[in-house]
């Protein structure tokens, strides 16, 4: 008799795991929605002078505000559909001009402020899956609710956010609810792949495992830096991006480390040829020739302490050479920070307290460029008295109404805005109001 124990035992175990799997319930379609307005005013600050892409040196007061419906429908086993449609309104300061890490990540870098509706995301995910190491998966923003295996393959093709697949970070990616600065939504040094609102069109492949992801993402380029209209030659106008993702718990507290590499081709010009064709008036445009690239990397990790506390690190480089096409003008940089909830000190568990910290910095061709009266598609001041852009972040999240509407003060303090040692230092106070359900 005590033979036959151990096989019925892995009998109902086995029985009670096919169960478990067959009731959990397996959302059919999702729909989540959120709103987010940012008012932002900076004091007016002084400069020795000012370029056409400068930040206004007066005092200024701008709104922006995004509105995002979010549809997800399981069609059959492993596939999904997404669809969100947003419309987007408002300006950032100086029209979204002149500091390279700019303060307002709700702000796209479109020259009217008028509010306009469009497809954020259209895209079609089919995932496979193998193994008995299971996660039960939470309804949220596109994302469908379920028991998913930890180990998988994905592929996605369709219009999404880079940001959504790629280089996260616990407490520093989603001006939403975290920093708003740009150079702290994602590493800031990469020229993620985007139009100008953000989106990018392309194919996105992920094998995941308990502990590691590995992503790759193939997708179309604009046919102007800061463009909208993608390029049909995809052969000679494409990007690559890669990305290592490893997950580990220290003393039963979760970190993460990720490593990412991209290589961006098009029709891009060429800092030192636009130095050579006119030193006294370069126009980078005007260079413009299909066989450029730019490529780069960026590490980003982040560790919690405590259950309330973690930490944060990034640092990402570009070549510099070919002029910026998708982001925003960084070559390189360095930020740090880290998070508190309000738990233990203050019993506010869903409140947050942020800090970060920014260095930014341009390659010698692009400082060069620009010290010449050169202009990119954000940064300019017709003459360049070059340092490090240097920006601390300071940020409190309340929730105001049951994990559904946040109200979020923030401050931060640019030194050399636009990496010029003439013209700041610049104080930017925020309001942000969140509602998510």
Do not use: C
């Not at 151990?6 to 795991?17: A, D, Q, R, Y």
């Not at 590995?214 to 890669?242: C, H, P, Y």
């Not at 972040?393 to 040692?421: G, M, R, S, V, W």
């Amino acid at each position: 008799m005590k033979k036959h124990i151990p096989l019925f035992i892995f009998l109902i175990s086995t029985v009670n795991f096919a169960f478990s799997q067959d009731t959990i319930k397996q959302d059919r379609f999702s729909f989540h929605f959120q709103q987010t307005i940012i008012t932002q005013h900076k004091p007016a600050f002084s400069a020795k002078y000012s370029g056409d892409n400068s930040l206004l040196t007066g005092t200024e007061t701008q709104s922006s505000i995004t509105s995002t419906l979010f549809g997800a429908a399981r069609l059959w086993k492993g596939a999904e559909v997404f669809f969100n449609p947003e419309i987007s309104g408002g300006a950032g300061l100086s029209k979204t001009l002149g500091v390279a890490g700019f303060p307002n990540g709700e702000t796209f870098r479109v020259g009217s402020a008028s509010p306009a509706i469009y497809i954020a995301r259209l895209y079609f995910k089919q995932r496979f899956e193998w193994g008995k190491d299971m996660d039960t998966v939470e309804a949220d923003v596109n994302k469908l609710g379920g028991l998913k295996s930890k180990r998988y393959f994905s592929i996605v093709a369709g219009k999404f956010g880079m940001a959504d697949f790629f280089d996260g970070n616990e407490f520093s990616h989603d001006p939403r609810s975290q920093f708003m600065n740009w150079a702290l939504m994602d590493n800031a040094a990469w020229d993620y792949p985007a139009n100008t609102r953000g989106y990018a069109l392309g194919i996105n492949a992920e094998l995941g495992q308990p502990d590691w992801t590995l992503r790759f993402a193939f997708t179309m380029s604009t046919t102007e830096a800061n463009g909208s209209v993608w390029d049909q030659k995809i052969g000679k106008a494409n990007t690559q991006t890669l990305e290592f993702e490893k997950r580990y718990t220290i003393n039963g507290l979760k970190g993460t480390v990720r490593l990412l590499g991209f290589r961006n081709n098009g029709k891009m010009g060429n800092y030192n040829q636009a130095l050579a064709l006119s030193p006294g008036a370069p126009n980078v445009d005007t260079t413009q020739a299909y066989g450029r690239h730019k490529y780069g990397f960026g590490i980003n990790a982040d560790q919690y302490l405590s259950k309330d506390f973690g930490i944060f690190a990034k640092a990402s480089y570009n070549d510099g050479r070919t002029q910026t096409w998708y982001f925003t003008e960084i070559d390189r940089s360095i930020s740090f920070g880290a998070q508190l909830s309000g738990n233990v000190l203050w019993n506010r568990k869903d409140d947050q307290l942020g800090l970060a910290f920014i260095g930014n910095g341009l390659s010698a061709p692009h400082r060069n460029y620009l010290a010449a009266g050169g202009y990119g598609f954000l940064i300019g001041d017709g003459k360049l008295n070059y340092s490090t852009e240097m920006i601390a972040e300071l940020y409190y999240k309340l929730n105001a109404y049951q994990n559904k509407f946040f109200l979020t003060p923030d401050y931060q303090f640019i030194i050399n805005p636009a990496y010029n040692k003439d013209r700041g230092p610049v104080n930017v106070f925020s309001i942000r109001a969140h509602v998510e359900f």
